[in-house]
């Protein structure tokens, strides 16, 4: 059983159960991929769940891309079926969304990893107005079996935080988890595109940015039957792609704010002590290291701030936080700061010249700790300058392609 049509009107929708043909409570979206062991138990408990309460509803398992009997055995137990040929979960959860009869829509997987006997738990709150969106959280459940160690212990917890970081406001314990409930219409809201697992964050995100309430509620997770779609490194270089284009002042713009300072204090510990740090029998040269962090965190920052200025996916509050970036008063500053920078630099590397030339017996741990320095600032000055240039070159044909690149661009505002 195959249905590729558009969304179906609530009139032509029937439940197989009730035969109602009005709109639906409930609609469970289960994607799909070479799940022909469990995804039948999953559309049956689905239903049973769903009409032991009194609701109407429906099970959609998009199948995407399917090389077993999944389709099959998901439409004999009950199930409407949908095909996806975009690959990803986040393409089949979209296409299950789209084509919802119901009202209130469940996303769960077909592998049985997931509670679905006690969605009814996800669901009351979005039917009664208390949350806009719910998420069924799987860590107090989770064993070794059920999820690895490193999705367990690093890579949850670190995706999780860094959402929280990005909107400032989710109070979740499980960014990941797939067992969902919400209202028909919000990915519609949310302008929700992505297409793989960062789908997850970027429906958390989204919905803090549009000021949406966001609830969490333990409710288990099981051991898989078949074989786990997650790809580690892929899925979380995905995720983390994507935060940056969402929230760059969380993965960018305040970490370089931070390399920036541990640099500049690694300098001041150079000068202080430039023979070195002792550590035990040698000694500890931070010079070295305060370079590549005051280097690097200035970039950072730099692109973290035009990110969060720029980026189509930032929300309007993190783009009029960051307006100052197109100031031509910060435009001028920043010039003045990256000459003089440069400035001091190139002095302190003459200096250190003289001095050799004059006293050559000038230690060589004092000459060492003033060039790293000396080559701190005349990476950044450069780096500073160059990257402004570039800018106001881009800014000034994005506003006005005839205009005069040396003019300082007006701001744009929002």
Same mark, same amino acid.
């Given at each position: 059983?195959?249905?590729?049509?558009?969304?179906?009107?609530?009139?032509?929708?029937?439940?197989?159960?009730?035969?109602?043909? %009005?709109?639906?409570?409930?609609?469970?979206?289960?994607?799909?991929?070479?799940?022909e062991?469990?995804?039948?138990?999953?559309?049956?408990?689905?239903?049973?769940?769903?009409?032991?309460?009194?609701?109407?509803? *429906?099970?959609?398992?998009?199948?995407?891309?399917?090389s077993?009997?999944?389709?099959?055995?998901?439409?004999?137990?009950?199930?409407?079926?949908? +095909?996806?040929?975009?690959?990803?979960?986040g393409?089949?959860?979209?296409?299950?969304?789209?084509?919802?009869?119901?009202d209130?829509?469940?996303? #769960?997987?077909?592998?049985?990893?997931?509670?679905?006997?006690?969605?009814?738990?996800?669901?009351?709150?979005?039917?009664?107005?208390?949350?806009?969106?719910?998420?069924?959280?799987?860590? %107090?459940?989770?064993?070794?079996?059920?999820?690895?160690?490193?999705? /367990?212990?690093?890579?949850?917890?670190?995706?999780?935080?860094?959402?929280?970081?990005?909107?400032?406001?989710?109070?979740?314990?499980?960014?990941?988890?797939?067992? /969902?409930?919400? /209202?028909?219409?919000?990915? &519609?809201?949310?302008?929700?595109?992505?297409?793989?697992? *960062?789908?997850?964050?970027?429906? $958390?995100?989204?919905?803090?940015?549009?000021?949406?309430?966001?609830? *969490?509620?333990?409710l288990?997770?099981?051991? /898989?039957?078949?074989?786990?779609?997650?790809? &580690?490194?892929?899925?979380?270089w995905?995720? $983390?792609?994507?935060?940056?284009?969402? #929230?760059?002042?969380?993965?960018?713009?305040?970490?370089?704010?931070?390399?920036?300072?541990?640099? #500049?204090?690694?300098?001041?510990?150079?000068?202080i002590w430039? +023979?070195?740090i002792p550590?035990?029998?040698?000694?500890?040269?931070?010079?070295?290291?305060? &370079?590549?962090?005051?280097?690097?965190?200035?970039?950072?920052?730099?692109?973290?701030?035009?990110?969060?200025?720029?980026?189509?996916? &930032?929300?309007?509050?993190?783009?009029d936080?960051?307006?100052?970036?197109?100031?031509p008063?910060?435009?001028?500053?920043?010039?003045?700061?990256?000459?003089?920078?440069?400035t001091?630099?190139?002095?302190?590397?003459?200096?250190?010249?003289?001095?050799?030339?004059?006293?050559?017996?000038?230690?060589?741990?004092?000459?060492?700790?003033?060039?790293? $320095?000396?080559?701190?600032?005349?990476?950044?000055?450069?780096?500073?300058?160059?990257?402004?240039?570039?800018?106001?070159?881009?800014?000034? *044909?994005?506003? %006005?392609?005839?205009? %005069?690149?040396?003019?300082?661009? #007006?701001d744009?505002?929002?």
């Amino acid at each position: 059983m195959t249905d590729a049509q558009p969304r179906p009107s609530s009139s032509s929708v029937t439940d197989a159960a009730t035969g109602r043909g %009005d709109r639906l409570d409930v609609t469970v979206v289960l994607p799909c991929l070479n799940e022909e062991d469990s995804v039948a138990e999953c559309v049956r408990e689905a239903l049973d769940s769903i009409h032991g309460r009194g609701w109407s509803g *429906e099970v959609v398992v998009v199948d995407n891309g399917s090389s077993d009997r999944s389709a099959e055995r998901a439409a004999d137990a009950g199930a409407r079926v949908v +095909a996806e040929s975009t690959p990803g979960y986040g393409a089949a959860i979209r296409r299950g969304i789209a084509v919802a009869a119901g009202d209130v829509v469940v996303m #769960a997987d077909a592998d049985s990893t997931y509670p679905l006997d006690r969605l009814g738990e996800l669901v009351e709150p979005v039917r009664s107005g208390e949350a806009d969106l719910m998420v069924g959280s799987r860590l %107090d459940a989770a064993t070794r079996r059920s999820m690895p160690f490193l999705h /367990r212990f690093v890579g949850t917890p670190t995706l999780t935080w860094l959402v929280r970081e990005g909107v400032g406001a989710t109070a979740l314990s499980d960014s990941q988890s797939g067992f /969902r409930a919400f /209202r028909s219409d919000l990915a &519609t809201r949310l302008g929700l595109r992505s297409t793989g697992m *960062e789908f997850a964050s970027e429906m $958390l995100i989204r919905a803090e940015q549009h000021g949406l309430t966001v609830a *969490e509620i333990p409710l288990g997770y099981r051991d /898989r039957v078949g074989e786990s779609k997650l790809s &580690t490194w892929r899925d979380g270089w995905r995720h $983390l792609r994507l935060i940056v284009r969402l #929230a760059p002042q969380v993965l960018l713009w305040k970490p370089g704010l931070v390399a920036m300072a541990l640099g #500049a204090l690694l300098y001041l510990a150079t000068i202080i002590w430039p +023979a070195g740090i002792p550590i035990g029998s040698v000694a500890w040269q931070p010079v070295f290291i305060a &370079t590549i962090l005051w280097v690097t965190g200035m970039l950072a920052s730099l692109a973290g701030a035009m990110l969060a200025r720029w980026s189509p996916l &930032t929300s309007t509050t993190t783009r009029d936080r960051f307006a100052w970036v197109e100031r031509p008063a910060t435009l001028k500053i920043a010039m003045r700061v990256g000459a003089t920078l440069i400035t001091i630099g190139a002095l302190i590397e003459l200096a250190i010249f003289g001095a050799w030339v004059s006293s050559p017996r000038l230690p060589a741990t004092r000459r060492l700790a003033l060039a790293g $320095l000396a080559q701190g600032l005349l990476l950044s000055g450069v780096l500073l300058v160059t990257m402004l240039a570039i800018y106001r070159l881009v800014l000034a *044909e994005r506003f %006005d392609p005839d205009a %005069d690149p040396d003019s300082a661009p #007006a701001d744009s505002g929002t």
